[in-house]
């Protein structure tokens, strides 16, 4: 299957710093990723779409300002997050699909994860 | 809104027993899948379901899918204990790339 690479694995940080995660598709160009954030014994919450050279499209209740991503080329994929406090604690996990040939996305691989603890 | 709601939440088997993990969603959908997280780990991919009546089997694990009644399953073959895990479906409405996670069964086997 396809790989997906995030950087760092897992980070503290004290609150208010920012801390960039980056997600990197190492077998196949990705028009489109897709971050997730998981808290402890939750199931895994689609936080944002991310889209080469446009702007990334986030989820309700996400705040834009605060979690930025940037898809700067087909392999690589940053969220950002900024002021971090420690209700920004989680499991953050980048995805990205394949496409069949008929243009259908099928398959969708994620990648290791980033463990985020904000003291 | 898509909604998928899976049961049971928790799950603890016997080694050698056999139990199922039902996944339901709200709306039309052309996409199933399951994944397997282990702890502290990220997802696994175990199946794609992409079209009514499809079955796939791996292992001791099997799933299918009932586009019409929104429903799909995964089925557990006499339980070993590296199966313990939790496993998650996921579903995409159609013409929709936004996956949407069910709450995640998390299966204990015990010798």
């Known amino acids: 299957g396809a790989v997906v690479s995030q950087h760092p694995s897992r980070v503290i940080c004290k609150s208010g710093t920012s801390v960039k995660i980056e997600c990197r598709s190492l077998?196949?160009?990705?028009?489109?990723m897709f971050w997730y954030r998981q808290f402890p014994k939750q199931s895994l919450m689609l936080m944002a779409t991310?889209?080469?050279?446009?702007?990334?499209?986030?989820e309700q209740g996400v705040e834009k300002d605060k979690f930025l991503i940037n898809h700067a080329s087909l392999t690589l994929s940053t969220l950002t997050v900024t002021s971090a406090h420690p209700e920004d604690s989680s499991f953050y996990i980048c995805?990205?699909?394949?496409?069949?040939?008929?243009?259908?996305?099928?398959?969708?691989?994620f990648g290791p994860g980033t463990r985020l603890t904000v003291l | 809104e898509l909604k998928v709601e899976q049961n049971p939440l928790f799950l603890s088997m016997q080694e050698g027993k056999n139990y199922t993990i039902y996944c339901n969603y709200s709306?039309?959908?052309?996409?199933l899948y399951w994944y397997r997280q282990d702890p502290g780990k990220s997802l696994e991919s175990l199946f794609v379901?992409?079209?009514?009546?499809a079955v796939k089997q791996e292992g001791r694990l099997m799933a299918s899918l009932d586009t019409k009644a929104r429903l799909s399953t995964l089925h557990i073959t006499a339980a070993v204990h590296d199966l313990s895990a939790t496993y998650f479906c996921?579903?995409?409405?159609?013409?929709?790339?936004?996956?949407?996670f069910g709450a995640g069964t998390r299966l204990t086997v015990k010798p």
């Open positions: 996921a579903v995409k409405e159609y013409n929709n790339n936004d996956m949407r």
């Open positions: 709306t039309t959908s052309d996409r």
């Open positions: 995805s990205y699909h394949t496409r069949t040939s008929g243009g259908l996305y099928n398959e969708q691989f």
């Open positions: 379901l992409l079209s009514n009546g």
């Open positions: 991310s889209n080469e050279g446009s702007k990334a499209t986030y």
């Open positions: 077998d196949f160009q990705a028009t489109t």
